[in-house]
C-alpha cells in the first residue's frame, strides 16, 4: 500500500500516547496527510469494545483476546487500510504487538493462536515501522499516576485528553509480573524484527524521545534523503590530475 504505518507499543507510562500526538504534530506542520488511530478503538464498535475492555466487569482470557482482535478488524478495514490506500501516514497507539504482549507473554495464551489471529485482523496492514518505548513496570506506574496517558476518540476520529483512571483499570491494576512479562514480550518483538521495530529508551525527556522517533520516522518517509547520505561523496580536496572520482570499475 502508498502509505506508511507507524505503530507504537510500549507499558503504562511510557509515553505512547504523548509521542503519537507530538509525531501527528510534525505531519500537520509539514502538511503530510496523516490518520492517527488508537488501539482498542477508532471506531464505533470499537470504542465500545474499548470501554468494555478497559472496565473491570468480567471477561476470560480467551474472550479478552477475541474482542482486541475484533476491535482490530474494524479499526483496519473503516480507517487503517483507506488511509494507507489513500498515501497517508498511518499512526498506530498500539497495534498487534500489544496483542502479543499483553494476552500472549502477560495472560499467557497461546502464542501461534495469538499470530493468526493477529492476520486475520491486520490483513495486509502491517507497520513499516513499529516504536516500542521501553520503562520499567514500576517508572511507568510511577509516571501513569502524574500524568495524562490517555487521550478519547469520537467515531469521526476527534481527540480529546483523558485523566488516569477516568477510562476503567483492568490492566493498570494487574501485578508487577504481568507487567515485566509483558515487557519481557515486547523486547523480544523488537529484537527478533530489527528490520522494522526499533526500541527507544522511555527514561528520556520528551523532547529527546521525540527527536529519536522523528529520525526513525524521517528515514522512512523520504529514503531518498538516507540513500543520498549513505552515498559517497566527492573529495573537498583537489583531485590529482588524471585520477577519476569515484574510481571507475
Ligand atoms: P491504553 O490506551 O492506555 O494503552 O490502554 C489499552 C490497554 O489495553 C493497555 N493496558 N495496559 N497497560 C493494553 C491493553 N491491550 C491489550 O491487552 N491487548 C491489545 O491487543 C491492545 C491493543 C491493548
Known amino acids: 500500500m502508498p502509505g506508511l504505518f507507524i505503530a507504537f507499543e510500549g507499558g503504562e507510562g511510557a509515553g505512547k500516547t504523548t509521542q503519537s500526538l507530538l509525531l501527528a504534530e510534525r505531519l500537520a506542520e509539514l502538511q503530510t496527510p496523516h490518520l492517527l488511530v488508537r488501539e482498542p478503538g477508532g471506531t464505533e464498535l470499537g470504542e465500545y ?51 502479543i504482549a499483553y494476552q500472549g507473554y502477560g495472560r499467557g495464551l497461546d502464542l501461534q493462536i495469538i499470530d493468526s489471529l493477529n492476520r486475520f485482523a491486520a490483513g495486509s496492514a502491517t507497520p513499516d ?15 501513569a499516576m502524574a500524568f495524562q496517558t490517555s487521550f478519547s476518540q469520537d467515531a469521526s476520529g476527534g481527540l480529546a485528553p483523558l485523566e488516569r483512571n477516568e477510562e476503567g ?4 491494576d494487574l501485578d508487577l ?19 522494522t521495530w526499533v526500541m527507544i529508551d522511555a527514561l528520556g525527556s520528551i523532547e529527546s524521545v521525540q527527536d529519536e522517533i522523528w529520525s526513525r520516522t524521517r528515514e522512512r518517509l523520504y529514503p ?6 549513505a552515498r559517497p561523496r566527492a573529495p573537498t580536496n583537489p583531485v590529482p590530475q588524471g585520477e577519476l572520482w569515484p574510481q571507475a570499475t
Open 49 to 99: 469494545l474499548r470501554e468494555y475492555l478497559k472496565s473491570e466487569r468480567p471477561l476470560s482470557p480467551e474472550a479478552e483476546l477475541l474482542l482486541f482482535e475484533a476491535a482490530r478488524v474494524e479499526l483496519v478495514s473503516c480507517q487503517i487500510v483507506p488511509a494507507l490506500e489513500a498515501g497517508q501516514v498511518v499512526i498506530a497507539d498500539r497495534f498487534f504487538g500489544s496483542t
Open 169 to 172: 483499570t483492568r490492566f493498570e
Open 224 to 229: 531518498e534523503e538516507k540513500a543520498a547520505r
Open 129 to 143: 515501522l513499529t516504536i516500542l518505548l521501553d520503562l520499567s513496570p514500576e517508572a511507568g506506574i510511577r509516571r
Open 177 to 195: 509480573d504481568f507487567h515485566n512479562r509483558a515487557r519481557a514480550g515486547f523486547k523480544e518483538l523488537a529484537e527478533a524484527q530489527q528490520e
